[in-house]
């Protein structure tokens, strides 16, 4: 962590295709954080501002058609809000803060799967963010069409994608993990309670005093 300001504060990105079990294992974590009794911020993107959430809901809507360049600005306008409003200040605070996807989303999703180009993708977003990154990113990693299959309800204009869009998103996260030995994968295959015990393990390996080990 370079910035001075933000030496008390962390900021971990989880990160994985549709169906990954993100969600559903963010809201774990931040149960047995409160149990705990160790403070944290949960925010997810797009969203987690008023303008956020406002971006999300055209940037997801399936009766809202937008081009590939569209929909990466409408990404990255929400995260210059998110990382301005909450995820500084919060840093500042010295909070843990645990966001349901940032910059790598918009690299596997725009920048590959829809190929909008990486170089320009990553530059576009250091404008965006102002340069913050956060201290670690967790992967949970899942094969699309099972992660597609574990979905219910109505699908958004991503979810939509067909499959190919699915799988080249996951073959984008595998080789954003294997050029950077700082990302954390945890595979998704397994029952909740078993992919929950193996991502506290991986947490608290990296970051044993806000992730308790055992605990
Ligand atoms: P969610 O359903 O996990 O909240 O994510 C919303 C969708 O937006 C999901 O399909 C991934 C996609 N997305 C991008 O394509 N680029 C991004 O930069 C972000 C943050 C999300």
Same mark, same amino acid.
């Given at each position: 962590?370079?910035?001075?300001?933000?030496?008390?504060?962390?900021?971990?990105?989880?990160?994985?295709?549709?169906?990954?079990?993100?969600?559903?294992?963010?809201?774990?974590?931040?149960?047995?954080?409160?149990?705990?009794?160790?403070?944290?911020?949960?925010?997810?993107?797009?969203?987690?501002?008023?303008?956020?959430?406002?971006?999300?809901?055209?940037?997801?809507?399936?009766?809202?058609?937008?081009?590939?360049?569209?929909?990466?600005?409408?990404?990255?306008? $929400?995260?210059?809000?998110?990382?301005?409003?909450?995820?500084?200040?919060?840093?500042?605070?010295?909070?843990?803060?645990? %966001?349901?996807?940032?910059?790598?989303?918009?690299?596997?999703?725009?920048?590959?799967?829809?190929?909008?180009?990486?170089?320009?993708?990553?530059?576009?977003?250091?404008?965006?963010?102002?340069?913050?990154?956060?201290?670690?990113?967790?992967?949970?990693?899942?094969?699309?069409?099972?992660?597609?299959?574990?979905?219910?309800?109505?699908?958004?204009?991503?979810?939509?994608?067909? %499959?190919?869009?699915?799988?080249?998103? %996951?073959?984008?996260?595998?080789?954003?993990?294997?050029?950077?030995?700082?990302?954390?994968?945890? $595979?998704?295959?397994?029952?909740?309670?078993?992919?929950?015990?193996?991502?506290?393990? %991986?947490?608290?390996?990296?970051?044993?005093?806000?992730?308790?080990?055992?605990?």
């Amino acid at each position: 962590m370079s910035d001075q300001t933000r030496s008390e504060g962390l900021f971990i990105a989880f990160e994985g295709g549709e169906g990954a079990g993100k969600s559903t294992h963010l809201r774990r974590l931040a149960e047995r954080l409160d149990r705990l009794g160790i403070a944290h911020l949960l925010v997810r993107e797009p969203g987690g501002t008023p303008a956020g959430e406002r971006i999300r809901r055209v940037v997801l809507d399936p009766e809202t058609p937008v081009c590939a360049e569209t929909e990466l600005l409408l990404y990255l306008a $929400s995260r210059a809000e998110f990382v301005r409003r909450v995820v500084r200040p919060a840093l500042e605070r010295g909070e843990l803060v645990l %966001a349901d996807r940032f910059e790598m989303s918009t690299y596997a999703y725009q920048g590959m799967a829809r190929g909008l180009g990486l170089d320009r993708v990553r530059d576009l977003n250091a404008f965006a963010t102002g340069g913050l990154k956060p201290d670690g990113t967790v992967i949970l990693v899942l094969d699309p069409d099972v992660g597609r299959g574990r979905q219910h309800g109505g699908m958004d204009r991503l979810e939509r994608e067909h %499959a190919d869009f699915h799988r080249a998103v %996951a073959d984008a996260y595998e080789l954003l993990a294997a050029s950077d030995p700082g990302v954390i994968t945890v $595979s998704s295959d397994d029952t909740v309670d078993a992919v929950q015990e193996r991502l506290w393990k %991986a947490l608290s390996d990296r970051w044993p005093d806000r992730f308790p080990p055992g605990a």
